[in-house]
């Protein structure tokens, strides 16, 4: 059982930068693929970003925030990191982190464990 918090949402002007934090309890986080989704109103939940268990080695992206958006992640301190730089307003939505115990996938319902989500918001 792996649980979630993310932490780091808020309001920021276009242009700007949040750095999202996900927290994840017990003493097997490194086996964990991790990935930041995110949810606007009246949309589906979309991925952001996904990075593979272990050493992290590997990252994806969606092309809309490819050379903006980082995910990282510091095992030693259960922690998943999404370093967002020159936010749009497009990029307004609730932010949630995901684990699962396979590798990077991009489907909601491919994932086992979720946070609670962190709302970011961008003005113009």
């Known amino acids: 059982q792996v649980q979630l918090v993310e932490s780091g949402g808020g309001l920021v002007q276009a242009g700007g930068s949040l750095r999202l934090s996900c927290a994840a309890s017990g003493r097997t986080f490194s086996r964990y693929s991790m990935a930041w989704f995110r949810q606007a109103p009246g949309k589906e939940r979309e991925f952001v970003a996904g990075?593979?268990?272990?050493?992290?080695?590997?990252?994806y992206y969606i092309d809309s925030v490819k050379g903006r958006f980082t995910i990282s992640r510091d095992n030693a301190k259960n922690t998943v990191y999404l370093q967002m730089n020159s936010l749009k307003p497009e990029d307004t939505a609730v932010y949630y982190c995901?684990?699962?115990?396979?590798?990077?996938?991009?489907?909601?319902?491919?994932?086992?464990?979720w946070g609670q989500g962190t709302q970011v918001t961008v003005s113009s």
């Open positions: 990075i593979s268990n272990w050493s992290g080695g590997r990252t």
């Open positions: 995901a684990a699962n115990s396979v590798v990077i996938r991009t489907r909601p319902e491919e994932y086992d464990y």
